[in-house]
């Protein structure tokens, strides 16, 4: 069984920061491709980082400079979120694609979300 676990959310000021971390529990050999997403009640889940490839990450327009997706492991993601404002309050979701485990690879898991919220 594979999950996706998501941490590090909260309540800061704007202009504050926040780290998120994604895990990947269970016995997983690697994650072929990861995303952060965010949504907001009412609206549509949008991009917040993905990884393109081995090396490369694209960032959704309104992030970037601020915030910085990272590979920890072959586990474990992080989004550093910096300079926050009001408008990237939202419930920030992992995702993780092509997922290699002993029984064959898992696709498309997401997390349960964590809240982010920036307000003063």
């Known amino acids: 069984q594979v999950q996706i676990v998501e941490s590090g959310g909260g309540l800061v000021q704007p202009g504050g920061s926040l780290r998120l971390s994604c895990t990947v529990v269970?016995?997983?050999?690697?994650?072929?491709?990861w995303g952060w997403y965010r949504q907001v009640p009412g609206n549509q889940r949008d991009m917040v980082a993905t990884?393109?490839?081995?090396?490369?990450i694209v960032y959704a327009d309104s992030v970037k400079g601020r915030f910085t997706m990272t590979r920890d492991n072959a586990k474990t993601v992080s989004l550093q979120m910096n300079g926050l404002k009001p408008e990237d309050t939202a419930v920030y979701y992992c995702?993780?694609?092509?997922?290699?485990?002993?029984?064959?690879?898992?696709?498309?898991?997401w997390g349960r979300g964590t809240q982010v919220t920036v307000s003063s």
């Open positions: 995702h993780a694609d092509r997922i290699a485990t002993m029984s064959g690879p898992v696709h498309d898991k």
């Open positions: 269970g016995d997983i050999f690697t994650v072929a491709a």
């Open positions: 990884t393109i490839g081995l090396s490369d």
